[in-house]
């Protein structure tokens, strides 16, 4: 990639247009989240501010921004300020390598999904770095829960992406895209079944969403890794979970659904109705499903995901080769 | 004289580190009988979303493994025994409803029935199925609650308004019958406050299909889960013996295997007249207290189907019932009724007085709460919760 | 080993049942929104949508809100009290107080301590009169601790002071 001023200046636009679409995103899918909890449970919702509550989480905002950032006593100030910052920053990066449409990309590297992959691990930092910096006890543990959690859960992610990789031959995101063109029954998901099936699972526990949303798990460790944040540390933590879910939304219409390429006109709308459907399902698992329990996690992942993960690798590899 | 020179600012029993500062009795106490060195004490509540109120419960902690648990009791205690002497048996009345305000028509019914049996008053046939009705809607509406409850201290949060739906339509019942929807006051000595019209027949009537529609769905939507039943099943059992070391009744004995239920072990009211099981869980887990609690669940629409297909006309409280500045005869009762814990029993004891001369309320929270520590004993964080939900706690009540 | 995977197996299908369940609740709202259905009981909600939308009268006919004192059939704006202060004596939380002292037997001062009392309908039971009354006024609120002590003579004659509503 050679630096040229053309380039840094599009970079720089991508990455505005990036913060925009983040903010944009978890201001949009908190009143999702709310409203679609409000339906499931059979209540209007945010009603009150703005038409169907549209603008609550505005409102919110501000609210969490004029709030005093509380500090926990005998706590590491350091750690404590910067976990949030930890949590959010990495997310800029990732974004920039999603090819959301045919002309939409920030960066186009050939390695985009090993970045994505490699970069998704710094959440993780952040929270043990948050948990362990608020002196807190039920913070610790749901740290620890974290940590464990994410370890057990990128490989067989790993495991169900590098199939992919293998049939379309590329990391490039670009290319596996261009893979799915065509006809529906091109994409992915029809193609990798049992790797779709285990990246599902492992989007939620990768984004610590309920089911697996052991970190947090509010009936047991009240508020988990951020039980002590309060004002924008937590409104931080809480865009962080809303950032890493588009992140996986987008991974699973881009790599699974086809990107751009939809059933007519292919476009850059299609990779965002995707993900915007993939949020939604991620929504409604959310408000169907009681929490596993930790050793049930584990015991999922490495018993059951790993082995289907490897078998999937296997079959690929020999399909590809006699094929 | 010597203590005035004491410097002030020095505390000797402060530590230099911080950590150790913190607590207070019961955790210093409870900090004694640390079986690990290694482990982390945790105090949970008395503010906690898995506590439903404001019991305290420190653990050792191994990880995430439950070494010792100890509940700490009081924090909403009220002296609701010490009330009852103080006030005529009258006056003490409304306060029976504030004990456990999720079941408190059978509060009601037991501080009644304990002056009724005192005083040999004659409740009439009407008042009785009233009292049967009320007291079953309500169980309903508490198991129904507690279903809700319990799941989401496992995590799910949906389950607990779609048992709030339920709980209004029963208390759109109970409000025709008691005229309020929480700490419901009903009952009086020799009957009842209110008598029931047509609107409340019809729409329990209507309500009976419905409860059971709903609960199929509760079936495919929780009990079938994966989830939901692989975190219960071999999940804190409880057998008969700590049942009985410890006096647990209700739903947890009865999860136990042990098919006791004081309905039918000594029947009150009209409950002898009435065709109902008594279900017992098949495994004395988490999984068979949360069967046996919606079992129950239509055992009491059984109940109360047959209530309103037999409720005779008459007055709805004795024409000679004792007015409000009554004074009970000296002497002593006990009365027990089954409420949606456990046995709730009453025993007064009147010198003729104004006002009762001793009274003891028998929570069966208390009792089932009791048995935690032990059965908490190695297992996960996660699991200790789930046992403490099973159990069912209504705080009010535990501390009175 | 085939028996676990066939229990994940039916596992897997619960977790498709519960979705359903849930799924179906969520679309709810949106066919009636649509006109294709019937707002029935229930969509898009159950509750009572307390600003817009307050509670039928008839479901409050036996409902128990604060005290109200029955006016006389003569004079609408004078109540039944006959000043015994039975109530008083036989109110457990003592919210009441009555004094003696308005023309003939009438009272001179009724108030009633809405932050002690418990609603449970001794007065009303214990007046030879049948002069007390449960209101079904179910929406009052205050902002002081002062607006809660309800002056029942006032509120009958209708000079109450103007009830915050929402």
Redesign the interface.
């Known amino acids: 990639m050679d630096i040229s001023l053309l380039n840094v200046i599009k970079l720089l636009l991508a990455l505005l247009a990036i913060i925009v679409l983040l903010v944009l995103n978890s201001v949009v899918m908190v009143w999702l989240e709310r409203k679609a909890a409000g339906f499931v449970q059979r209540r209007p919702g945010p009603y009150v501010v703005g038409p169907h509550g549209l603008l609550q989480t505005v409102a919110d905002s501000v609210k969490l921004l004029a709030k005093q950032i509380v500090l926990p006593g005998s706590s590491d100030r350091l750690l404590f300020l910067s976990a949030p910052v930890l949590a959010m920053f990495p997310m800029f990066l990732i974004f920039l390598v999603i090819p959301y449409g045919p002309w939409l990309t920030g960066l186009e590297v050939n390695l985009g999904l090993l970045l994505i992959l490699a970069f998704t691990g710094l959440e993780t930092l952040a929270v043990i770095a948050g948990g362990w910096a608020s002196n807190n006890k039920y913070s610790l543990i749901g740290a620890a829960r974290c940590v464990s959690q994410s370890v057990a859960y990128e490989i067989p992610l790993i495991l169900a992406l590098l199939a992919l990789a293998f049939m379309c031959g590329s990391l490039d995101l670009t290319v596996i895209t261009e893979a799915q063109s065509g006809w529906v029954w091109r994409w992915n998901i029809f193609r990798q079944p049992l790797a779709f099936f285990i990246f599902v699972i492992t989007c939620f526990g990768e984004t610590n969403r309920a089911p697996f949303d052991l970190p947090e798990g509010e009936s047991e460790l009240t508020g988990g890794y951020h039980t002590e944040y309060s004002g924008m540390g937590f409104a931080l933590f809480f865009m962080a979970e809303y950032t890493s879910m588009m992140l996986v939304s987008f991974l699973a219409a881009v790599l699974f659904f086809g990107g751009s390429n939809g059933p007519f006109i292919n476009g850059f709308w299609w990779t965002f109705l995707k993900m915007g459907l993939f949020m939604t399902f991620m929504i409604w698992v959310r408000w169907t499903f009681p929490r596993v329990r930790f050793d049930q996690l584990l015991n999922i992942n490495w018993k059951w995901l790993l082995p289907l993960g490897l078998l999937n690798l296997w079959v690929t590899a020999v399909v590809l080769k006699l094929f | 004289m010597s203590n005035l020179f004491v410097n002030p600012f020095h505390f000797s029993t402060i530590s230099e580190n911080p950590a150790d500062m913190l607590g207070d009795f019961y955790s210093l106490n409870f900090e004694k009988g640390r079986v690990d060195p290694d482990s982390m004490i945790l105090n949970l509540g008395p503010q906690h979303p898995s506590t439903h109120g404001v019991l305290r419960i420190l653990a050792e902690l191994h990880g995430e493994y439950v070494l010792r648990a100890e509940p700490v009791l009081g924090y909403l205690h009220r002296m609701h025994d010490f009330m009852g002497q103080v006030k005529t048996p009258y006056q003490f009345l409304p306060n029976t409803g504030r004990v456990d305000y999720l079941h408190p028509v059978a509060w009601n019914w037991a501080y009644c029935g304990a002056l009724e049996r005192l005083a040999g008053l004659e409740v009439p046939e009407r008042a009785e199925y009233l009292r049967i009705i009320c007291c079953e809607l309500n169980r309903i509406a508490s198991h129904v609650m507690w279903w809700g409850a319990f799941v989401m201290d496992l995590g799910g949060f949906t389950p607990i308004l779609y048992a709030f739906e339920e709980r209004e339509k029963i208390n759109d019942l109970l409000q025709i019958v008691t005229g309020s929807r929480l700490t419901m006051n009903s009952m009086r000595f020799g009957g009842m406050g209110a008598d029931l019209d047509d609107r409340f027949l019809q729409k329990a009537a209507d309500f009976i299909p419905y409860m059971r529609e709903r609960l199929k769905m509760y079936d495919r939507l929780v009990t079938g889960n994966v989830i939901f039943r692989r975190r219960l099943e071999g999940v804190g059992p409880l057998d008969e013996e700590i049942c009985r070391r410890y006096g647990a009744t209700g739903p947890v004995l009865r999860g136990a295997g042990v098919a006791y239920d004081v309905r039918r072990a000594e029947p009150y009211g009209l409950y002898d007249r009435f065709d109902f099981e008594i279900p017992v869980a098949e495994s004395p887990d988490c999984l068979g207290r949360y069967l046996v609690r919606l079992r129950e669940i239509e055992e009491s629409l059984k109940i109360v189907e047959q209530a309103l297909a037999r409720i005779p006309a008459g007055p709805y409280k004795h024409p000679k019932a004792p007015k409000v500045s009554w004074k009970p005869p000296a002497g002593e009762a006990y009365f027990a009724v089954e409420g949606g814990r456990g046995k709730i029993g009453i025993h007064v004891v009147s010198d003729g007085g104004k006002s009762n001369y001793r009274l003891k309320l028998r929570a069966p929270g208390f009792s089932n709460l009791s048995l935690f520590a032990e059965a908490a004993r190695g297992t996960l964080l996660a699991d200790a919760l789930a046992i403490l939900g099973s159990l069912d706690l209504v705080i009010p009540e535990v501390d009175r | 080993m085939i028996k676990a995977i066939v229990d994940?197996l039916?596992?897997?299908w619960?977790?498709l049942?519960?979705?359903h369940?849930?799924?179906r609740?969520?679309?709810?709202?949106f066919p009636v929104w649509l006109g294709l259905k019937e707002p029935e009981s229930?969509?898009?909600?159950?509750?009572t949508?307390y600003p817009w939308k307050t509670v039928d009268d008839a479901?409050l006919?036996?409902?128990?809100g604060p005290l109200e004192l029955v006016p006389s059939e003569e004079d609408p704006r004078r109540s039944k009290c006959v000043s015994c202060l039975?109530c008083v004596?036989?109110?457990?939380s003592s919210c009441l107080t009555v004094v003696k002292g308005g023309q003939g037997k009438a009272p001179a001062v009724w108030l009633n301590d809405f932050t002690l009392c418990?609603?449970?309908?001794?007065c009303v039971?214990?007046c030879p009169a049948g002069a007390l009354r449960?209101s079904h006024d179910l929406y009052w609120v205050a902002e002081k601790r002062e607006d809660l002590v309800n002056d029942l003579l006032a509120r009958l004659a209708g000079a109450a002071p103007e009830k915050a509503r929402l």
């Open positions: 994940n039916r596992g897997l619960s977790l049942v519960g979705l369940i849930t799924g609740f969520g679309l709810g709202p229930g969509y898009p909600q159950l509750t949508h479901d006919v036996t409902f128990r039975m004596r036989a109110c457990p418990s609603l449970c309908g001794t039971e214990v449960f």
